[in-house]
């Protein structure tokens, strides 16, 4: 792809992690801080000649190009350190002159303002501005300039033989048929000899059971939540997971799927075709890298998944991987920030193949065709969103439904059936012994505590499903021995209203 091609990209493009755009020569100060935070993330381009709000290619004087070119040299090399080498090109647009400063990412991080020093120098990329690194930062840039990660580190508060980590073993051996010995932990290097004695490292810390690691990892954990509408306020269900881990995602997913439905689309023959709301294999996927990539550096953050009613996001600590495209979900991307770990999750089989995580999410999300994926950086984090599109469709259907049952409650409904279930208790168990899930004449009459098929379980039925308020689960065929009463949305929203919810 050519430069100008590339620029008819870029100017539909929103700034962020990769691209700046300015109509005219920013500080020395400003320059200087771009070009530094790009170096010590993904890399990324500097646009001279560019408005950005609204977009517009303003240009430069062409008498102008060649002083701005020196200028903006001068200036990365004499305001930064270690030296960046920019990539500096003129681009002509429909007539009208463009500087393009490309930057690659660096391999001696951290790169930091020559007057400030590192400490106070050091400048990372958050969405679309530049922010002073934290120390925990520049030690994971540091970390980073080593190829070393911060979970192949050594603790020196306890020795191995201290480190409590037996759910950890019967995990291993349940996953692996292994048992896990102290040959496996070294070649796994979860540990390593420092001066004749077996440290752990902080992979093996957080794979334990032991105190240490909620002393030095409390906030190696997932907070999940599930909320009433659309914005974070009232909890319906919450449950912190802090155990190790190598268990951490499987009980998050599982929460999930406590708070979403599964529902029957049609039918082969006489089995019935279920499918879930949201595409759960998508979304184990996204909980697996939430837990395996996140920055366990980082104090004070834990990973957050959020159920509304319209959507679920998972945040993680950390940025994503400089080397990772979202947007890019089919070229089998993978970048380890987890070193020991990973090699752990893959034995585990929580990780089933290097670089094909995104690949399973596109690849599901092409049934799911109102379900819209969307990520973002909020702060030093990684968020990923999976929107239901049909939603407010779904709202307004439901709102004129329930304003049609609320006009024949004030008819036949409210004079003849609702009088009946306020008299006769029987009506309501049924409906709602029929909100879990579909259940059989026979299951239903057990949940009643009744021994046997009662005539009189045999009328309600009749009744409820001559309302409209249930529904046999296999339509054609009313005789089968596999068939089910299902509550309808009408029965839904009937139980509601004469429960006096909204």
Same mark, same amino acid.
């Given at each position: 792809m050519n430069q100008v091609t590339k620029l008819k990209e870029i100017l539909n493009q929103p700034e962020g992690r990769r691209l700046e755009l300015k109509v005219e020569l920013p500080t020395s100060a400003e320059l200087a801080k771009s070009i530094i935070a790009f170096a010590n993330d993904a890399g990324g381009e500097f646009y001279l000649g560019i408005q950005d709000n609204p977009r517009k290619v303003v240009g430069l004087d062409e008498e102008s190009l060649i002083e701005l070119e020196e200028k903006i040299s001068s200036i990365i090399h004499d305001k930064c350190a270690p030296i960046i080498l920019p990539e500096i090109m003129f681009l002509n647009y429909e007539g009208k002159h463009i500087i393009v400063v490309k930057i690659h990412k660096g391999s001696a991080p951290p790169y930091f303002l020559k007057s400030k020093g590192a400490n106070e120098g050091t400048y990372i990329r958050v969405g679309s501005t530049n922010r002073q690194a934290s120390p925990e930062i520049i030690a994971e840039l540091e970390r980073q300039k080593q190829n070393v990660s911060f979970?192949?580190?050594?603790?020196? %508060?306890?020795?191995?033989?201290?480190?409590?980590?037996?759910?950890?073993?019967?995990?291993?051996?349940?996953?692996?048929?292994?048992?896990?010995?102290?040959?496996?932990?070294?070649?796994?290097?979860?540990?390593?000899?420092?001066q004749g004695n077996e440290l752990p490292t902080n992979a093996l810390i957080l794979l334990s059971d032991d105190k240490l690691r909620n002393q030095l990892f409390p906030y190696a954990k997932i907070e999940c939540a599930r909320f009433k509408g659309t914005i974070p306020g009232n909890f319906i269900d919450q449950k912190t997971i802090d155990s190790n881990v190598s268990l951490q995602a499987e009980q998050a997913f599982q929460f999930v799927l406590r708070h979403i439905s599964q529902s029957s689309t049609d039918y082969t023959?006489?089995?019935?075709?279920? +499918?879930?709301?949201?595409?759960?294999?998508?979304?184990?996927?996204?909980? +697996?890298?939430?837990?395996?990539? +996140?920055?366990?550096?980082?104090?004070?953050?834990?990973?957050?998944?959020?159920?509304?009613?319209?959507?679920?996001?998972?945040?993680?600590?950390?940025?994503?991987?400089?080397?990772?495209?979202?947007?890019?979900?089919?070229?089998? %991307?993978?970048?380890? +920030?987890?070193?020991?770990?990973?090699?752990?999750?893959?034995?585990?089989?929580?990780?089933?193949?290097?670089?094909?995580?995104?690949?399973?999410?596109?690849?599901?999300?092409?049934?799911?065709?109102?379900?819209?994926?969307?990520?973002?950086?909020?702060?030093?984090?990684?968020?990923?969103?999976?929107?239901?599109?049909?939603?407010?469709? %779904?709202?307004?259907?439901?709102?004129?439904?329930?304003?049609?049952? %609320?006009?024949?409650?004030?008819?036949?409904?409210?004079?003849?059936?609702?009088?009946?279930?306020?008299?006769?208790?029987?009506?309501?168990?049924?409906?709602?012994?029929?909100?879990?899930?579909?259940?059989?004449?026979?299951?239903?009459?057990?949940?009643?505590?009744?021994?046997?098929?009662?005539?009189?379980?045999?009328?309600?039925?009749?009744?409820?499903?001559?309302?409209?308020?249930?529904?046999?689960?296999?339509?054609d065929k009313p005789r089968s021995s596999k068939q089910k009463f299902t509550i309808s949305q009408k029965g839904d929203l009937f139980l509601k209203l004469i429960n006096g919810e909204k």
């Open positions: 979970d192949c580190e050594l603790v020196y %508060q306890k020795p191995l033989n201290e480190i409590s980590i037996n759910s950890f073993k019967e995990h291993f051996f349940d996953k692996t048929g292994e048992k896990l010995t102290m040959q496996i932990l070294s070649k796994l290097e979860l540990f390593k000899q420092e023959g006489v089995y019935r075709n279920d +499918r879930w709301e949201y595409p759960i294999t998508a979304i184990r996927e996204v909980i +697996r890298n939430a837990v395996i990539h +996140r920055d366990y550096s980082f104090s004070g953050k834990d990973i957050k998944i959020a159920i509304f009613d319209n959507k679920i996001e998972v945040t993680s600590p950390g940025k994503l991987m400089p080397s990772v495209d979202f947007s890019d979900m089919e070229s089998g %991307q993978s970048d380890i +920030r987890n070193k020991t770990l990973a090699p752990v999750f893959k034995r585990l089989g929580i990780i089933e193949q290097w670089g094909n995580g995104l690949k399973l999410i596109k690849e599901e999300l092409q049934a799911y065709p109102e379900i819209e994926l969307s990520w973002k950086e909020p702060g030093v984090a990684f968020r990923v969103t999976f929107t239901n599109k049909n939603y407010e469709q %779904q709202q307004e259907l439901q709102q004129e439904l329930q304003q049609e049952l %609320q006009q024949e409650l004030q008819q036949e409904l409210q004079q003849e059936l609702q009088q009946e279930l306020q008299q006769e208790s029987l009506f309501s168990k049924v409906l709602m012994i029929l909100l879990d899930k579909p259940k059989s004449r026979k299951e239903i009459s057990t949940e009643l505590g009744q021994k046997s098929i009662s005539g009189q379980l045999n009328e309600i039925l009749k009744r409820l499903q001559d309302k409209g308020l249930i529904d046999w689960t296999i339509k």
